[in-house]
């Protein structure tokens, strides 16, 4: 089955930066990667989890509107690989992240707590 793991999180200070990795394994011989979509959720404590970023197969991305202009979603086809470049981090970004990958949707990892705070 496919499997997901999240890595990179940790304490940050208000301003700070944080890259988060996704690595895929399990991936089906017969899926071609480069073609699924890929995004990156988070969810605080008693909140619902949201989409933050998305990336289709083509490249083209999407993010929630309180992180455009700091997060970054990128990919790399070959490593099967999805990370999230995460700048000017915020109090509010406080939260569990988790990837998920457009061909296993339903595999979700464990995630990774990111903490912004002083």
């Known amino acids: 089955q496919v499997q997901v793991v999240e890595s990179g999180g940790g304490l940050v200070q208000p301003g700070g930066s944080l890259r988060l990795s996704c690595a895929a394994s399990g991936v089906p011989s017969g899926i071609i990667f480069r073609i699924y979509g890929m995004g990156w959720y988070r969810q605080a404590p008693g909140k619902q989890r949201e989409l933050v970023a998305h990336i289709t197969g083509p490249g083209i991305t999407n993010y929630a509107d309180s992180v455009k202009g700091r997060f970054t979603i990128s990919r790399d086809n070959a490593k099967k690989m999805v990370y999230l470049q995460m700048n000017s981090l915020k109090p509010e970004d406080t939260a569990v992240y988790y990837c998920?990958?457009?061909?296993?949707?339903?595999?979700w990892g464990q995630g990774t707590q990111v903490t912004v705070s002083s």
């Open positions: 998920n990958v457009g061909f296993a949707r339903d595999s």
